[in-house]
């Protein structure tokens, strides 16, 4: 079996988190819209804050997810490098 890196899984995640963030906004903030439109028996136009909402919340989670793991493997880039220093430390003396 192949196994992937903990870098490209990070990054797969993030690339696939605005579909679940997408389809929970739609389920939560639009259900009342789906339910009265059903009944209403014509079209209920969007509102201007609830087409923000559908524009805007997959590129925003797509965002904070990359800036998420670009701060994560800066920390780990960061432990790595305090672990190869402390080894050459004590190494050298």
Not at 20 to 31: E, G, K, N, T, Y
């Amino acid at each position: 079996m192949v196994t992937l890196a903990p870098e490209v899984r990070r990054r797969i995640v993030v690339m696939l988190l605005p579909v679940p963030a997408l389809a929970l906004v739609i389920d939560s903030a639009l259900a009342g819209w789906v339910t009265s439109t059903a009944h209403i028996g014509r079209a209920i136009a969007l509102v201007p804050a609830q087409w923000a909402m559908l524009v805007l919340v997959a590129p925003v989670t797509f965002l904070a997810g990359a800036l998420l793991v670009r701060r994560r493997e800066e920390t780990l880039h960061m432990v790595a490098l305090g672990r190869d220093a402390d080894r050459e430390q004590s190494t050298g003396q």
